[in-house]
């Protein structure tokens, strides 16, 4: 079964500083999408980055980077030069089988530090 | 161009009624997902609409249904409503054609009380 798995409930990280969220997945299906997205207290969860399991190079929008290493199933966050706004959960997410059909992990929150 | 929007954003309910959630999905977007999020089960998708018709369904009860319109907008339903209804409801849409490769846009939610 497809499954997500954040191991880390919550970071603590100084603002201006990087840290890296971590996120593992398990699938079979050799065609999947990798997703994160930030849920801030509001309830609305942002997309901030996507990867695709044929993608060559690690994805990157802004001062979000997506850390891909597909032998080892992995997907990890790595947010640059935090600021206090960053304080959020972020959730990983996976797509496969062609459809729609979003699993998430359990979450990460984060809090930055002033 | 707008986001995905859902109405009412918070419902209080009591138990064995039924509720009607709503949400509009961006612009030419086509395929909106429904999920429920509660702090014990987390995010679980619940159905997916394209086209007005269904095209995927989680392992929820049927008392969970939905619909899609013509215009894309889609409706989700509860009927009779238990305790552990309660939650925040998002909807997300998406173009619909892309497979597991595009990405879902979610709404503010529908924060959902059941008493």
């Known amino acids: 079964a497809q499954k997500i798995t954040q191991t880390q409930p919550g970071m603590f990280v100084q603002e201006k500083e990087a840290v890296t969220l971590d996120c593992t997945y398990d699938?079979?299906?050799?065609?999947?999408?990798l997703f994160w997205y930030k849920q801030p207290s509001s309830g609305e969860m942002i997309f901030l980055i996507y990867q695709g399991s044929y993608d060559q190079q690690n994805a990157t929008e802004g001062r979000y980077s997506l850390n891909f290493q597909k032998a080892r199933k992995s997907a990890n966050l790595v947010i640059s030069a935090s600021q206090l706004g960053d304080s959020a959960m972020y959730f990983c997410a996976m797509t496969y089988y062609n459809n729609n059909d979003m699993r998430f992990g359990a979450g990460t929150r984060l809090t930055v530090k002033p | 161009k707008a986001g995905v929007t859902q109405t009412p954003r918070y419902l209080i309910k009591t138990r064995g009624q039924q509720v009607t959630l709503s949400c509009s999905p961006i612009?030419?977007?086509?395929?909106v997902s429904w999920y429920q999020q509660t702090p014990g089960q987390g995010l679980q998708f619940l159905f997916e609409?394209?086209?007005?018709?269904?095209?995927n369904k989680g392992n929820f009860p049927g008392r969970f249904s939905g619909r899609q319109f013509s215009n894309s907008r889609s409706e989700m339903n509860v009927s009779t409503l238990e305790l552990g209804d309660s939650a925040l409801y998002l909807c997300?849409?998406?173009?619909?054609?892309?497979?597991?490769?595009?990405?879902?846009?979610f709404g503010p939610g529908t924060r959902l009380l059941v008493l």
């Open positions: 609409y394209f086209s007005e018709t269904q095209r």
């Open positions: 612009s030419g977007h086509r395929s």
């Open positions: 997300a849409s998406s173009t619909g054609t892309g497979g597991n490769q595009e990405t879902q846009y």
């Open positions: 699938t079979s299906d050799p065609s999947y999408g």
